[in-house]
């Protein structure tokens, strides 16, 4: 297995314990224990994807690692949540491919890892969306926990024009009521047309991690926070003064589904990830939900 996929391989890697008692991490209050870690940094060290110096690693390379281990966990509770479990089949056929492939000088951790991980990516890939009244529910609850978020939003330059915009909004705008609001308000070049309906690569629903990936921070932290048909409090970003509006479920019902199913598995992962209680040691960094990875303190 060429080394260069070793980084990719980590993207939900699964590992086991191994009884250490110090945690790196925790996740919903199971642990991501330091010895998992350390154990990852000494193998991606030993086939020349970690180098040591002064013997650290590079403190990019761990908090991209533990990131990656916090995954795996996330990974593991969604999986036993929707009663897909990794299986003897699912290990099996791994194991069979990699035996296929060139993996001299791997230490036999890292050959495991690699294992579970694809084992993990195999059971995932079954996972199927909830029930439409459960997917119903949760969105109007939390709507992030499903790893989507279909959201509308004005911009304007001012926060005083933002306050007037959502006095005008009330408390509880219909779809119809904040779309021909955002177009008599909104800078944003065709708000009159889109009435602010984001939209992304998988249409009018976007996952979590394009917005992570590719929107301002405070605009996400806006949206990460929003609750389902309320109008948030003026939030500040680069571009502007945002009002930012999780859309009602009747509203985006077809496009959510739609997109949920087709790939259910990722985005509840996502979601997980959003959802979930993370806390990182100190020593690590911290956890940035509105990046969902570890980052510097």
């Known amino acids: 297995m060429p080394r260069r996929l070793i980084a990719l391989l980590l993207s939900t890697v699964v590992l086991a314990s191994c009884g250490a008692t110090q945690n790196a991490a925790s996740v919903n209050g199971v642990a991501v224990l330091d010895a998992d870690l350390e154990q990852t940094v000494k193998d991606f060290a030993t086939v020349g994807e970690s180098p040591i ?18 995954r795996a ?45 694809n084992a993990a990516t195999a059971a995932l890939g079954r996972v199927r969306a909830p029930e439409a009244s459960v997917v119903a529910a949760r969105y109007e609850s939390n709507p992030k926990s499903l790893g989507l978020l279909c959201v509308r939003h004005l911009v304007v330059e001012k926060e005083s024009t933002a306050r007037e915009a959502l006095a005008e909004l009330g408390a509880n705008p219909s779809d119809e009521d904040f779309a021909a609001v955002a177009g008599k308000y909104s800078i944003e070049p065709n708000a009159k047309q889109s009435g602010g309906a984001l939209r992304g690569q998988s249409g009018e629903c976007i996952a979590l991690n394009e917005y992570q990936a590719g929107f301002d921070p405070d605009f996400v932290r806006g949206a990460f926070d929003a609750r389902t048909g309320v109008p948030t409090e003026p939030v500040k970003s680069s571009f502007g003064w945002h009002i930012i509006y999780v859309r009602p479920f009747t509203a985006v019902s077809e496009s959510l589904s739609a997109t949920l199913n087709s790939a259910p598995g990722e985005y509840l992962l996502l979601g997980t990830l959003a959802a979930a209680d993370i806390s990182v040691a100190s020593r690590y960094g911290k956890w940035n939900p509105l990046s969902g990875q570890v980052v510097a303190p």
């Open 73 to 117: 966990e996330a990974t593991n509770q969604l999986l036993a949540e929707t009663g897909e479990p990794v299986t003897d089949a699912d290990l099996d056929k791994v194991r069979a491919e990699i035996s296929q492939q060139n993996t001299e000088g791997f230490p036999q951790t890292l050959i495991d890892l690699i294992v579970e991980l």
């Open 53 to 70: 110096v002064d013997g650290a690693a590079d403190g990019e390379t761990v908090r991209g690692l533990l990131t990656s281990l916090i």
